[in-house]
T-cell receptor, first 112, second 110 residues
Framework: NAGVTQTPKFQVLKTGQSMTLQCAQDMNHEYMSWYRQDPGMGLRLIHY???????DQGEVPNGYNVSRSTTEDFPLRLLSAAPSQTSVYFC???????????FGPGTRLTVT | SQQGEEDPQALSIQEGENATMNCSYK?????LQWYRQNSGRGLVHLILIRSNEREKHSGRLRVTLDTSKKSSSLLITASRAADTASYFCATDDDGNKLVFGAGTILRVKS
Protein backbone atom coordinates (compact mmCIF):
# COMPACT_ATOMS: atom_id res chain seq x y z
CA ASN A 1 0.00 0.00 0.00
CA ALA A 2 1.17 3.53 -0.77
CA GLY A 3 -0.77 4.86 2.23
CA VAL A 4 -1.75 8.53 2.02
CA THR A 5 -0.24 10.43 -0.89
CA GLN A 6 -0.29 14.17 -1.52
CA THR A 7 0.59 16.21 -4.57
CA PRO A 8 2.27 18.53 -5.17
CA LYS A 9 5.03 18.56 -2.54
CA PHE A 10 5.70 22.27 -3.04
CA GLN A 11 3.67 25.05 -4.65
CA VAL A 12 4.06 28.80 -5.01
CA LEU A 13 0.96 30.84 -5.87
CA LYS A 14 0.30 34.49 -6.43
CA THR A 15 -2.46 36.18 -4.46
CA GLY A 16 -5.81 35.55 -6.10
CA GLN A 17 -4.79 32.39 -7.96
CA SER A 18 -6.66 29.16 -7.44
CA MET A 19 -5.39 25.63 -7.10
CA THR A 20 -6.29 22.18 -5.86
CA LEU A 21 -4.20 20.15 -3.45
CA GLN A 22 -4.59 16.45 -4.14
CA CYS A 23 -4.91 13.73 -1.51
CA ALA A 24 -5.43 10.03 -2.13
CA GLN A 25 -5.38 6.91 0.04
CA ASP A 26 -5.43 3.26 -0.94
CA MET A 27 -6.42 1.80 2.43
CA ASN A 28 -10.20 2.03 1.88
CA HIS A 29 -10.55 4.42 4.80
CA GLU A 30 -13.92 6.12 5.12
CA TYR A 31 -12.65 9.10 7.13
CA MET A 32 -10.35 11.68 5.56
CA SER A 33 -9.31 15.12 6.71
CA TRP A 34 -7.22 18.17 5.87
CA TYR A 35 -5.06 20.11 8.31
CA ARG A 36 -2.81 23.11 8.06
CA GLN A 37 0.34 23.56 10.12
CA ASP A 38 1.81 26.99 10.72
CA PRO A 39 5.24 27.66 12.31
CA GLY A 40 5.29 26.97 16.03
CA MET A 41 1.74 25.67 16.04
CA GLY A 42 0.05 22.36 16.02
CA LEU A 43 -2.16 21.19 13.21
CA ARG A 44 -5.57 22.79 12.74
CA LEU A 45 -8.43 20.98 11.09
CA ILE A 46 -9.75 22.58 7.89
CA HIS A 47 -12.37 20.11 6.59
CA TYR A 48 -13.12 16.45 7.04
CA UNK A 49 -15.22 13.72 5.43
CA UNK A 50 -16.74 10.59 6.96
CA UNK A 51 -17.41 9.00 3.59
CA UNK A 52 -18.04 9.63 -0.10
CA UNK A 53 -20.49 12.48 -0.56
CA UNK A 54 -20.23 13.68 3.06
CA UNK A 55 -18.04 16.60 4.16
CA ASP A 56 -18.02 18.95 7.11
CA GLN A 57 -16.11 21.95 8.39
CA GLY A 58 -13.30 21.91 10.89
CA GLU A 59 -11.77 24.72 12.92
CA VAL A 60 -10.46 26.88 10.04
CA PRO A 61 -12.59 26.24 6.90
CA ASN A 62 -12.75 29.78 5.45
CA GLY A 63 -11.11 30.09 2.04
CA TYR A 64 -11.13 26.35 1.37
CA ASN A 65 -13.56 24.02 -0.40
CA VAL A 66 -13.66 20.24 -0.43
CA SER A 67 -15.66 17.50 -2.07
CA ARG A 68 -15.56 13.70 -1.75
CA SER A 69 -16.78 11.86 -4.81
CA THR A 70 -14.84 8.65 -4.15
CA THR A 71 -13.55 6.85 -1.06
CA GLU A 72 -9.96 7.22 -2.30
CA ASP A 73 -9.71 10.95 -3.07
CA PHE A 74 -10.25 14.09 -1.01
CA PRO A 75 -9.04 17.22 -2.85
CA LEU A 76 -8.72 20.61 -1.16
CA ARG A 77 -9.45 23.69 -3.27
CA LEU A 78 -8.21 27.21 -2.71
CA LEU A 79 -10.46 29.44 -4.81
CA SER A 80 -8.58 32.71 -4.37
CA ALA A 81 -5.28 32.28 -2.56
CA ALA A 82 -4.24 34.77 0.12
CA PRO A 83 -0.86 35.20 1.86
CA SER A 84 -2.52 34.04 5.09
CA GLN A 85 -2.90 30.62 3.47
CA THR A 86 0.86 30.16 3.31
CA SER A 87 1.31 26.97 5.32
CA VAL A 88 2.07 23.27 5.21
CA TYR A 89 -1.01 21.22 4.43
CA PHE A 90 -1.48 17.65 5.61
CA CYS A 91 -4.07 15.13 4.56
CA UNK A 92 -4.95 12.23 6.85
CA UNK A 93 -7.24 9.23 6.88
CA UNK A 94 -8.41 6.61 9.32
CA UNK A 95 -10.51 3.47 9.19
CA UNK A 96 -14.03 3.43 10.62
CA UNK A 97 -14.13 2.37 14.24
CA UNK A 98 -10.61 3.50 15.10
CA UNK A 99 -9.09 6.85 16.06
CA UNK A 100 -5.51 6.53 14.82
CA UNK A 101 -4.96 8.77 11.81
CA UNK A 102 -2.50 8.12 8.98
CA PHE A 103 -0.90 11.25 7.60
CA GLY A 104 0.44 12.10 4.18
CA PRO A 105 3.84 13.76 3.68
CA GLY A 106 2.42 17.26 3.30
CA THR A 107 2.28 20.05 0.71
CA ARG A 108 4.25 23.21 1.41
CA LEU A 109 2.31 26.16 -0.05
CA THR A 110 3.60 29.71 -0.35
CA VAL A 111 1.30 32.52 -1.44
CA THR A 112 3.05 35.74 -2.49
CA SER B 1 -11.23 25.23 20.56
CA GLN B 2 -10.10 22.65 23.09
CA GLN B 3 -6.52 22.86 21.99
CA GLY B 4 -3.98 20.95 24.05
CA GLU B 5 -0.87 22.70 25.23
CA GLU B 6 2.46 20.95 25.51
CA ASP B 7 5.14 21.63 28.04
CA PRO B 8 8.04 22.16 27.63
CA GLN B 9 8.15 23.79 24.19
CA ALA B 10 11.64 22.36 23.66
CA LEU B 11 13.71 19.70 25.40
CA SER B 12 17.34 18.74 24.88
CA ILE B 13 18.76 15.60 26.49
CA GLN B 14 21.62 13.15 26.13
CA GLU B 15 21.17 9.77 24.50
CA GLY B 16 20.12 7.21 27.10
CA GLU B 17 18.26 9.70 29.29
CA ASN B 18 14.49 9.74 29.69
CA ALA B 19 12.33 12.43 28.12
CA THR B 20 9.04 13.59 29.62
CA MET B 21 6.55 15.79 27.83
CA ASN B 22 3.32 17.09 29.26
CA CYS B 23 0.03 18.03 27.66
CA SER B 24 -2.93 19.91 29.07
CA TYR B 25 -6.35 20.29 27.49
CA LYS B 26 -9.50 22.22 28.18
CA UNK B 27 -12.68 20.16 27.84
CA UNK B 28 -13.87 16.58 28.23
CA UNK B 29 -12.39 14.07 25.83
CA UNK B 30 -13.05 10.63 24.40
CA UNK B 31 -9.38 9.83 24.02
CA LEU B 32 -5.95 11.45 23.81
CA GLN B 33 -3.33 10.57 21.25
CA TRP B 34 0.37 11.30 20.84
CA TYR B 35 2.00 11.78 17.45
CA ARG B 36 5.60 12.24 16.34
CA GLN B 37 6.73 14.45 13.47
CA ASN B 38 10.22 14.21 12.07
CA SER B 39 11.49 17.37 10.40
CA GLY B 40 9.72 18.01 7.10
CA ARG B 41 7.57 14.90 7.36
CA GLY B 42 4.00 13.96 8.14
CA LEU B 43 2.84 12.92 11.58
CA VAL B 44 3.09 9.35 12.82
CA HIS B 45 0.74 7.96 15.44
CA LEU B 46 2.50 6.74 18.58
CA ILE B 47 -0.09 5.80 21.16
CA LEU B 48 -3.72 6.37 22.17
CA ILE B 49 -5.12 6.42 25.66
CA ARG B 50 -8.85 6.34 26.30
CA SER B 51 -10.55 8.59 28.83
CA ASN B 52 -11.21 5.64 31.17
CA GLU B 53 -7.54 4.57 31.19
CA ARG B 54 -4.86 5.99 33.49
CA GLU B 55 -1.68 4.57 32.03
CA LYS B 56 -0.59 2.82 28.86
CA HIS B 57 2.71 1.39 27.64
CA SER B 58 4.08 0.71 24.18
CA GLY B 59 7.72 -0.31 23.92
CA ARG B 60 9.80 2.57 25.33
CA LEU B 61 6.72 4.82 25.56
CA ARG B 62 4.62 5.35 28.66
CA VAL B 63 1.57 7.59 28.61
CA THR B 64 -0.45 8.69 31.60
CA LEU B 65 -3.78 10.47 31.66
CA ASP B 66 -5.34 12.42 34.52
CA THR B 67 -8.83 13.49 33.48
CA SER B 68 -9.42 15.34 36.77
CA LYS B 69 -6.49 17.63 35.94
CA LYS B 70 -7.09 17.46 32.19
CA SER B 71 -3.49 16.51 31.58
CA SER B 72 -1.38 13.77 30.05
CA SER B 73 2.31 12.97 29.97
CA LEU B 74 4.47 11.06 27.51
CA LEU B 75 7.62 9.43 28.80
CA ILE B 76 10.24 8.11 26.38
CA THR B 77 12.74 5.91 28.19
CA ALA B 78 16.36 5.32 27.16
CA SER B 79 16.15 7.90 24.41
CA ARG B 80 18.03 7.53 21.14
CA ALA B 81 19.22 10.06 18.58
CA ALA B 82 16.47 8.76 16.28
CA ASP B 83 13.86 10.00 18.81
CA THR B 84 14.76 13.58 17.83
CA ALA B 85 11.46 14.99 16.53
CA SER B 86 8.47 17.10 17.46
CA TYR B 87 5.83 15.45 19.62
CA PHE B 88 2.19 16.46 19.62
CA CYS B 89 -0.73 15.53 21.79
CA ALA B 90 -4.16 15.51 20.18
CA THR B 91 -7.55 15.31 21.83
CA ASP B 92 -10.71 13.89 20.40
CA ASP B 93 -14.24 14.18 21.71
CA ASP B 94 -16.34 12.77 18.87
CA GLY B 95 -13.91 10.89 16.64
CA ASN B 96 -14.11 13.44 13.84
CA LYS B 97 -12.32 16.56 15.03
CA LEU B 98 -8.82 15.92 16.31
CA VAL B 99 -7.40 18.99 18.06
CA PHE B 100 -3.62 19.28 18.33
CA GLY B 101 -1.37 21.07 20.76
CA ALA B 102 1.56 23.21 19.65
CA GLY B 103 4.07 20.43 20.27
CA THR B 104 7.31 19.76 22.10
CA ILE B 105 10.57 19.77 20.13
CA LEU B 106 12.80 17.00 21.44
CA ARG B 107 16.50 16.90 20.63
CA VAL B 108 18.48 13.85 21.69
CA LYS B 109 22.25 14.42 21.57
CA SER B 110 24.56 11.49 20.87
Amino acid sequence: NAGVTQTPKFQVLKTGQSMTLQCAQDMNHEYMSWYRQDPGMGLRLIHYSVGAGITDQGEVPNGYNVSRSTTEDFPLRLLSAAPSQTSVYFCASRPTGTYEQYFGPGTRLTVT
Amino acid sequence: SQQGEEDPQALSIQEGENATMNCSYKTSINNLQWYRQNSGRGLVHLILIRSNEREKHSGRLRVTLDTSKKSSSLLITASRAADTASYFCATDDDGNKLVFGAGTILRVKS
